[in-house]
Structure formats: structure tokens, C-alpha cells
């Protein structure tokens, strides 16, 4: 009656369905109990454990150590194999008072929640978390030093791979770098979207404009060389 799920470093998720609501449960690859069955929600990213119980939900290592003091009321684990060092983002509260914030298993990253929305890497480029507050995007750094100015209305499509990110400013759409500087000018209209997926408007060289009601593509680089 349980489902057994590979998940993260050589460990197995048990989950049994049977009781409402489910339980959890987390195996080693030698079959011992890293954490019983007596969890509300377990879900695993490469070293790393977010383990729900009736407090909230606690940060762990793979194999059983608690990393955070206190629970969150939601750790957003990313697909992949997180290591301890790479921050993970988590929010506080519902409604119109949830917040976002970051952490990390081995204590580098403490952002508080203070964010109103976030785009969570991880970034390829200068450790930057794209992120907004009082309706401006901008970036911080792993240290919550701020890299890029909160200035920008809306997010198109976070940095790409090329350390490219397509904003608005007001009712006009460019692309920046990770440095913060325009590489394309704030020409072009609004798309008119929010929180579009990576590559929808941007990728590799070419992006999508829109200028006096028409679509076109353009290419990056021939603004940047």
C-alpha cells in the first residue's frame, strides 16, 4: 500500500496513501528510516530535505540533520541536485502578506522575507536573485545586497544563460545585463504578459518586440557589438 519514490542522493521517498491525509516517510539506500513514517509532506533536492510536520516545515540534510531553527511555512525546492551552499528560496504568511525570502543548508544565504515575488534561479551569472518590492523588480546577491536597482515594472524574461534579461520601465520593454546596464534601449512596447516562461520572449540571441502595434524579433547582440 505504500508508493516508494527515488529522490535526491541515494534515498527513497515512502509515502503511504492510504491515510488521510498521506504520510511520509524517508529511506537510505540501505533500507534504514532516515525519517519515519509519521511526516506530512517530505520532498528532496539533491543533499537537501524539506520535511513538513504540524510546526511547518524544517530544513534537513539527506541524511537526518536539521539546518534550520525555526519551520517556514513553505520551502520551495527546486528540480535537481541542490547542494548546501545554493540558496533556496521559502516564503511566509498568505494572502496580501506573504513574503519571500531565501536560506541555505549551510547558513551563507539568510535573506529574510521581505519579498513581494521572486524569479528563483539558479542564476548562472554573478549569484544574482531577480526579485521585487513595492512593485519594482531588481537583484540581490546571496548577502541581500542589492546589484541591480529595484526601477523595473515588469519581468518579460529573467536572465537567460547569455546573462540577458528582458524588463519593462514603465510602459517601455529593454533588455539589461547582469551588471544592471541597458544593452537594448527601452524602445519597444509591453508584451503586455507577467512572469512568462524562460526563452518564451528571450533566448539565445533573438527576442521578441513589439513597436507601434506590430510583432518583430531582433537580434541581441547587434545592439551589444
Avoid at 12 to 19: A, E, G, H, L, R
Avoid at 20 to 33: A, D, H, K, R
Avoid at 55 to 80: I, K
Avoid at 139 to 162: A, G
Wanted: proline share 5%; net charge negative.
Amino acid at each position: 500500500r505504500n508508493t516508494v519514490l527515488p529522490a535526491g542522493d541515494r534515498c527513497f521517498i515512502v509515502i503511504d496513501s492510504i491515510k488521510i491525509p498521506s504520510v511520509y516517510g524517508l529511506l537510505s539506500e540501505t533500507g534504514e528510516w532516515i525519517f519515519p513514517m509519521q511526516y506530512e509532506r517530505i520532498q528532496v533536492s539533491g543533499e537537501m530535505a524539506a520535511v513538513t510536520d504540524s510546526a511547518g516545515t524544517w530544513l534537513y540534510d539527506t541524511e537526518g540533520n536539521r539546518l534550520s531553527e525555526t519551520p517556514y511555512d513553505t520551502l520551495l525546492m527546486p528540480e535537481g541536485d541542490l547542494t548546501q551552499s545554493e540558496p533556496l528560496a521559502f516564503f511566509q504568511g498568505e494572502g496580501e502578506g506573504l513574503k519571500f525570502g531565501f536560506t541555505s543548508g549551510d547558513g551563507a544565504v539568510s535573506i529574510p522575507a521581505v519579498y513581494d515575488s521572486l524569479y528563483y534561479g539558479p542564476f548562472p551569472y554573478n549569484d544574482l536573485l531577480m526579485v521585487s518590492r513595492d512593485g519594482k523588480w531588481g537583484c540581490v546577491d546571496y548577502q541581500n545586497n542589492t546589484k541591480i536597482e529595484f526601477q523595473y515594472s515588469n519581468v518579460l524574461t529573467p536572465f537567460t544563460e547569455e546573462g540577458y534579461a528582458y524588463v519593462t520601465r514603465g510602459d517601455a520593454a529593454g533588455i539589461i545585463n547582469t551588471q544592471g546596464e541597458t544593452v537594448v534601449p527601452f524602445m519597444f512596447e509591453d508584451l503586455g504578459v507577467e512572469n512568462a516562461m524562460e526563452g518564451a520572449f528571450l533566448a539565445g540571441d533573438m527576442a521578441v518586440v513589439k513597436q507601434d502595434g506590430s510583432y518583430g524579433c531582433i537580434r541581441v547582440h547587434s545592439y551589444t557589438k
